[in-house]
């Protein structure tokens, strides 16, 4: 089983959509939560951090149930440009080491 | 504010060189990570750094594979001699530590040939 897991999609939506995305992570003593984005060719870049109340910026909410081991990400009124990769991320203990989920593939079309 | 500055941007040669790829950290940030990404395989950790020491290298596909951080603020990653599987981007990130999230750079698109 992999350390975090994503559906990778893609998911199609039309503009104006809203789309949520799951991750899974296997280890319990993770502290930190981050969703990354990542356009064709380019980096990843941080999109949001996740905390454990919940949080939100703009038109995207992240989500963390500790219990179950899942985190989420709502993104509304879908823009042409939210097309991207979203990456889930976790690290793996206290510290600096981050594990990357593979990664849904979001495509909004018009 | 400066980012983390990766160069080259793309780098193609023949198999049997040596490569070497450099990495500049964000003023201030104290840890370093080299990463390799491919379609088959995507984001994968190579080795990162606290402070100038490396940690954790379980990630370092080879002998072939090296990497240094002669001061706070600067690594390179250093494959020698290269083959053609070793084509992929690689991504340098830092951070300030802790459980703070990484800042990537705009990564280097190494072909071997």
């Known amino acids: 089983r992999k350390e975090v897991e994503q559906d990778p999609g893609p998911f199609n939506v039309p503009e104006g959509a809203t789309v949520a995305f799951n991750c899974t992570y296997s280890?319990?003593?993770?502290?930190?939560f981050f969703w990354y984005r990542q356009d064709c060719r380019k980096e990843p870049k941080l999109l949001m951090s996740?905390?454990?109340s919940g949080n939100e910026d703009g038109r995207f909410t992240a989500q963390l149930n500790r219990a179950s081991q899942y985190i989420s990400l709502l993104i509304r009124d879908s823009k042409l440009s939210d097309s991207a990769t979203y990456l889930c991320?976790?690290?793996?203990?206290?510290?600096?080491?981050?594990?990357f989920g593979a990664g849904t593939i979001l495509r909004v079309k018009s | 504010d400066a980012g983390v500055i990766q160069s080259p941007r793309h780098e193609v040669t023949e198999m049997g060189q040596e490569v070497t790829l450099r990495c500049k950290l964000i003023?201030?940030?104290?840890?370093l990570f080299w990463y390799r990404q491919t379609m088959m395989r995507g984001l994968e950790l190579l080795i990162y750094?606290?402070?100038?020491?490396?940690?954790?290298d379980s990630g370092m596909p080879e002998d072939r594979f090296s990497a240094k951080m002669p001061n706070a603020s600067f690594s390179t990653l250093k494959i020698q001699p290269s083959e053609p599987r070793d084509s992929a981007v690689y991504f340098c990130?830092?951070?300030?530590?802790?459980?703070?999230?990484?800042?990537f750079g705009d990564g280097t698109r190494l072909s071997i040939l």
């Open positions: 990130a830092s951070t300030r530590g802790g459980n703070q999230p990484q800042h």
């Open positions: 991320v976790v690290n793996r203990e206290y510290g600096n080491k981050l594990v």
């Open positions: 280890n319990s003593a993770s502290q930190s």
């Open positions: 996740v905390y454990s």
């Open positions: 003023s201030g940030h104290n840890s």
């Open positions: 750094f606290n402070n100038n020491v490396p940690i954790d």
